[in-house]
Structure formats: C-alpha cells, structure tokens
T-cell receptor
Framework: AQRVTQPEKLLSVFKGAPVELKCNYSYSGSPELFWYVQYSRQRLQLLLRHISRESIKGFTADLNKGETSFHLKKPFAQEEDSAMYYCALLNYGGSQGNLIFGKGTKLSVKP | KAGVTQTPRYLIKTRGQQVTLSCSPISGHRSVSWYQQTPGQGLQFLFEYFSETQRNKGNFPGRFSGRQFSNSRSEMNVSTLELGDSALYLC?????????FGPGTRLTVL
C-alpha cells in the first residue's frame, strides 16, 4: 500500500545549524513527491515539488529511489523556519490522484 | 489571484446534527479536493471533484458527501455527526497535480 513515513515528530535545532527532515515512501510506481509547510496560524502551503528540482527558502529535497526517500534539507536553519513540515505522495491509485501525507515533523529552530 | 477560501472558518455542532462546509477554489481551477486533519490521523483524503463530478474518494463512511457546482465551488456535507468528526477540514484546488490549500474549517462536535 502507498504510504509516507516521517519518523520524527519533533526536530529541534539551533539557528545556523543544518536541518534534515526525513521522509520515506512506499509506492509501486514512479513517485511524485511534495513538501508542504504550515507556519503557525497559516494555511498549508507548498514548499517544493521534486520534479521542479528547485530550492525554496534555502530548502532542497532529492528523490532517492533506491532508498525510497525524499529528505528535506537546509544547510543553515533560521528561526523563521520553525513550522510543521509535511511530506506528501501523489497517489494515482487508478484514479485522478490525491495526496497521501505523512504525519508531519514539527521543526523548532532555537536562537 | 485570490487563494482558496473556505466558509465558515469555525463551527460548533452537537452529535447527530449535520453540517455543510463550503469551498471556493482559485479562479480557473476546476478540481477541488477535501481533506480531514486530526491530531491522531493527520491529513486524510476525503474526495475530489472535477467539473461537477466526483472522480476520487477516500476511505470515509457514506455520512461524508460532497458536490461541486458549475462555478467550481464545492460543498461537503457530514450527516449524523459523531464526536470523532471533530477536525480541521481542508479544501484544496489543483492545477498540474499541485494542490493549493484553503485555511480550513474547524469543526467541533459536542
């Protein structure tokens, strides 16, 4: 079954430290993966999408099909990065596609 | 363009009642999806509508239903509310497989 796993509920780092938010997926086909972010009292918003291969707010994510992972990385964390981060997999499952989300990781960046 | 809007933002109901939530997608977007977000289960897909037709459905009981109008606005309805239906209900409009979310409707069932 298609599944997204984010093993860490909470990740706490100091400002300026590197950040890596882990995401593993289970999918039989060619995956399309996303990272969404939810800042306090704001709506869920797209951070990046693997097929676009771009860097948003200093974050990057590389799809590793061998390890079935799509970890989110940033070399130097900022306090404004504190938020909930969700990894999501586009599931076609015989239909038009819906997102399967991981449970999310709360990133806390301390000053 | 204006983002996805949802009304109402907050709702309190009692068990056994029914509720209707509304979602207006980004202008020009014809696909609308609904998700339920709870602390225990996280974000779960409810259903998707495109051109007034439901084309995808998640694993929720029949008490959860929806519809889409010709202007792409969508409503979801939950009948015979249960305590466990308390959640944040998110609507998303989609283009090119990228979903853009609304602020959500916080439903509390007492």
């Amino acid at each position: 079954a298609q599944r997204v796993t984010q093993p860490e509920k909470l990740l706490s780092v100091f400002k300026g430290a590197p950040v890596e938010l882990k995401c593993n997926y289970s999918y039989s086909g060619s995956p399309e993966l996303f990272w969404y972010v939810q800042y306090s009292r704001q709506r869920l918003q797209l951070l990046l999408r693997h097929i676009s291969r771009e860097s948003i707010k200093g974050f990057t994510a590389d799809l590793n099909k061998g390890e079935t992972s799509f970890h989110l990385k940033k070399p130097f964390a900022q306090e404004e990065d504190s938020a909930m981060y969700y990894c999501a997999l586009l599931n076609y499952g015989g239909s038009q596609g819906n997102l399967i989300f991981g449970k999310g990781t709360k990133l806390s960046v301390k000053p | 363009k204006a983002g996805v809007t949802q009304t109402p933002r907050y709702l309190i109901k009692t068990r056994g009642q029914q509720v209707t939530l509304s979602c207006s997608p980004i202008s020009g977007h014809r696909s609308v999806s609904w998700y339920q977000q709870t602390p225990g289960q996280g974000l779960q897909f409810l259903f998707e509508y495109f051109s007034e037709t439901q084309r995808n459905k998640g694993n929720f009981p029949g008490r959860f239903s929806g519809r889409q109008f010709s202007n792409s606005r969508s409503e979801m309805n939950v009948s015979t509310l249960e305590l466990g239906d308390s959640a944040l209900y998110l609507c998303a409009s989609k283009v090119s497989d990228t979903q853009y979310f609304g602020p959500g409707t916080r439903l509390t069932v007492l």
